[in-house]
Nanobody, 126 residues
Framework: DVQLQASGGGLVQAGGSLRLSCAASGFKFGDYAIGWFRQAPGKEREGVSC????????YYADSVKGRFTVSSDNAKNTVYLQMDSLKPEDTAVYYC???????????????????WGQGTQVTVSS
């Protein structure tokens, strides 16, 4: 069975940092992109970042560029999202998801990923 386990969320003050982890199992890690998405109350789910585990390419939403860093440990089948300089507007439930790299691949920000994990709450206080 495919499993994606997100963890690392919590409550942090503005300007602080958190590191989210996404532990994956049940599929060939290197054939998939792992994306991070978030959904705030009353808002649509949006793409935050993604890493292509085949070639290492990384992608970021404009709102998090320069503050968030995505990385992958292929030996542990785990993807990390280091979040620095957090802002109250980063408050959301964060999800990790896995998408087969195809071809064709719908792109990193598509919400039609193949597999989704449960969310982890990130709350940034002002």
């Amino acid at each position: 069975d495919v499993q994606l386990q997100a963890s690392g969320g919590g409550l942090v003050q503005a300007g602080g940092s958190l590191r989210l982890s996404c532990a994956a199992s049940g599929f060939k890690f290197g054939d998939y992109a792992i994306g991070w998405f978030r959904q705030a109350p009353g808002k649509e789910r949006e793409g935050v970042s993604c890493i292509d585990n085949n070639d290492g390419s990384t992608y970021y939403a404009d709102s998090v560029k320069g503050r968030f860093t995505v990385s992958s440990d292929n030996a542990k089948n785990t993807v990390y999202l280091q979040m620095d300089s957090l802002k109250p507007e980063d408050t959301a439930v964060y999800y990790c998801a896995a998408d087969y790299l195809g071809p064709p691949w719908a792109g990193w920000a598509s919400t039609s990923y193949d597999h989704w994990g449960q969310g982890t709450q990130v709350t940034v206080s002002s």
